[in-house]
Structure formats: C-alpha cells, structure tokens
Nanobody, 126 residues
C-alpha cells in the first residue's frame, strides 16, 4: 500500500496549513490512519488518528481544537487541517495507514501502522 503526502509548508504563527494523505488504489477503500510528527532532535509523537470507518477521530491534547481530520473516501484521501499554528508545531508530519477491517477504533501507536508516507515539512515562524 502506497501512502503519498502533499502539503505542509511555511506559515507564520496563527496561520493555517493542510496536509493531504492519499492511498492510491480502488476508491472507497477504507484505512485506519494516523498522523505523527517528528521535530529535530525529538522522538516521533502522535498527533491524530481516524478509525477505519471514519466515524471516530482522536487528537493529542497539544493539537485538540486546532487540528481537524477530514476524509474523502471517493478519493482515498484524508486531510489534516491545521489551524492556529504555533512555532512548537514545527516538525515533519507523517501520515500512516493500515487496514484493520471494519472498526471504529483509533490507533495511536506508530507500531500500529504498516504503511507510511514520506513526510511533509511544516514550519511555523514566530
């Protein structure tokens, strides 16, 4: 399974960015997805997750209320909308996917995912 990320970029504090995560293939193929980020010199950390069904999402406390996951199943694409960005959000953001089958469970560990995107740089200036 291929995972392709696009988006991210450079923005001032308080601004917004969006990252797209595409899993090319037959449309309407569901995946559980997770979003993680890694800043220089730090370990990869959990950001957000959506269940296979898409009915459930879960966010890290550090981004809750600012980041939003949306999904377009017809395009096998999930979006991470990031609003009110802060300098501490600066990192490489990774989308991960796996097919657990019908479930509303949100997987929050990196080891839960078999397929990873290449990463998208997000830089927030103060």
């Amino acid at each position: 399974v291929q995972v392709v990320e696009t988006g991210g970029g450079l923005v001032q504090a308080g601004g917004s960015l969006r990252i797209s995560c595409v899993t090319p293939g037959r449309s309407h193929t569901n995946y559980a997805r997770g979003w993680f980020r890694q800043a220089p010199g730090k370990e990869r950390e959990f950001v957000a997750a959506s269940s296979w069904s898409g009915r459930s999402t879960y966010y890290a406390d550090s981004v809750k209320g600012r980041f939003t996951i949306t999904r377009d199943n017809s395009k096998n694409t999930e979006y991470l909308q990031m609003d009110d960005l802060k300098p501490e959000d600066t990192a490489v953001y990774y989308c991960a996917a796996d097919n657990y089958g019908p479930s509303d469970y949100d997987h929050v560990s990196p080891t839960d995912y078999s397929y990873w995107g290449q990463g998208a740089q997000v830089t927030v200036s103060s």
